[in-house]
């Protein structure tokens, strides 16, 4: 269980209370937007070096969305709960990373206020 491994608050502030917060939510979800976020770092990092990378990442990042929400699997894709957790993280990475999604319109990126400290 990741809440019991990182220690449920810790992994509130890592993801931001505000906007994503994890109480409640089954392990498995909780592992999801614990490797978004891990990913949504990962990707703000290497952006700092390369202003271009974010860019490219999210270009890819879509077309695996799109070749994994297109894939025949015999189930049309809005029933299908693989499929379905398969995509979930990929939407949430784009929007830790952009800030924006369908519900809320946009926002600031994931820890848009983070200044590295050297």
């Known amino acids: 269980m990741i809440s019991g491994i990182i220690g449920q608050q810790h992994l509130n502030s890592m993801v931001g209370k505000r906007r994503y917060n994890v109480a409640?939510?089954?392990?498995?979800h909780?592992?999801?937007r614990g490797?978004?976020?891990?990913?949504?770092?990962?990707?703000?990092?290497?952006?700092?070096?390369?202003?271009?990378?974010?860019?490219?990442?999210?270009?890819?990042?879509?077309?695996a969305y799109k070749d994994i929400r297109d894939e025949p699997t015999g189930t049309p894709p809005s029933?299908?709960?693989?499929?379905?957790?398969?995509?979930?993280?990929l939407s949430w990475i784009r929007e830790m990373l952009t800030g924006w999604n369908m519900i809320h319109g946009q926002r600031e990126p994931f820890l848009s206020y983070y200044q590295p400290k050297d």
Do not use: M, W, Y
């Open 30 to 32: 909780q592992s999801k």
């Open 35 to 63: 490797v978004a976020a891990a990913i949504a770092c990962l990707v703000q990092t290497l952006n700092e070096t390369d202003p271009t990378f974010q860019q490219r990442f999210l270009n890819r990042l879509g077309a």
């Open 24 to 28: 409640g939510l089954s392990e498995l």
């Open 79 to 89: 029933t299908s709960k693989n499929d379905h957790d398969a995509l979930e993280p």
